[in-house]
């Protein structure tokens, strides 16, 4: 189908280990964001990308690595995970000022 | 610090009644905003937008209200529907900065009862 897919859709890590939340779009969006929701603070921006080869920081960035090798798809690294981590990511592209958001992954740090 | 508030975090409403959600915003360089809805295990997705420029949008059972002196935008659903139950988000951004780029509040989950 068509969309916005990221995976994996859940996902249980230990403090310390790097994990890669991965996100896929067959569109042709040129931007993709990824975001988190935590409870009490809605959705915050972590990073974004205008291009192939072009990223950009958010609000959040912080102990987060993105690239964007390709159009399609828009990986975040977690290179060394915490605590404060554990959260819900979402995957978004743009068209015309709208977001279109994958189904989530929902992230676990123990 | 938040720019975009929510101050509602749950709404209850019967069926066939209004639904009001409230947004308030502190960046007066904000000139886009939107209102998204969240079901669980699921993405946002788009509801609708409005533009400074104007006052009010409407589409359908939802309509949205800008008071831009006030710095409050407001989301009406008019009937509500069991199906309207869900997390509603507000959110804002400035055209001239990167589309996407948005600032939302914490949310409003709403109970839409029979």
């Known amino acids: 189908d068509a969309g916005i897919t990221q995976s994996p859709r859940y996902k249980i890590t230990e403090t310390g280990r790097q994990v890669t939340l991965m996100c896929h779009q067959t569109?042709?969006?040129?931007?993709m964001f990824w975001y988190r929701q935590d409870l009490g603070h809605g959705l915050r921006l972590i990073y974004y990308?205008?291009?192939?080869?072009?990223?950009d920081k958010g609000e959040v960035p912080d102990g987060y690595v993105v690239s964007r090798s390709k159009t399609e798809n828009f990986p975040l690294t977690l290179e060394s995970a915490t605590r404060s981590q554990t959260s819900v990511y979402f995957c978004?592209?743009?068209?015309?000022?709208?977001?279109?958001f994958g189904e989530g992954s929902r992230l676990t740090v123990l | 610090d938040q720019q975009v508030k929510q101050n509602s975090p749950s709404l209850s409403v019967q069926e066939g009644r209004i639904s009001i959600l409230n947004c308030d915003y502190t960046n007066s360089m904000f000139d886009y905003f939107l209102w998204y809805k969240k079901y669980p295990a699921e993405g946002p997705t788009f509801l609708i937008s409005?533009?400074?420029?104007?006052d009010k949008n409407e589409d359908g059972r939802f309509t949205v209200f800008l008071n831009k002196s006030a710095k409050h935008l407001s989301l009406h659903i008019v009937p509500s529907q069991p199906g309207d139950s869900a997390v509603y988000f507000c959110a804002a951004s400035t055209t001239t900065d990167s589309w996407g780029k948005l600032q939302f509040g914490a949310g409003t989950q709403v109970v839409v009862t029979p």
């Open positions: 409005i533009s400074s420029i104007k």
């Open positions: 990308s205008a291009a192939a080869d072009i990223t």
């Open positions: 978004a592209s743009e068209l015309n000022g709208e977001l279109f």
């Open positions: 569109w042709s969006h040129s931007y």
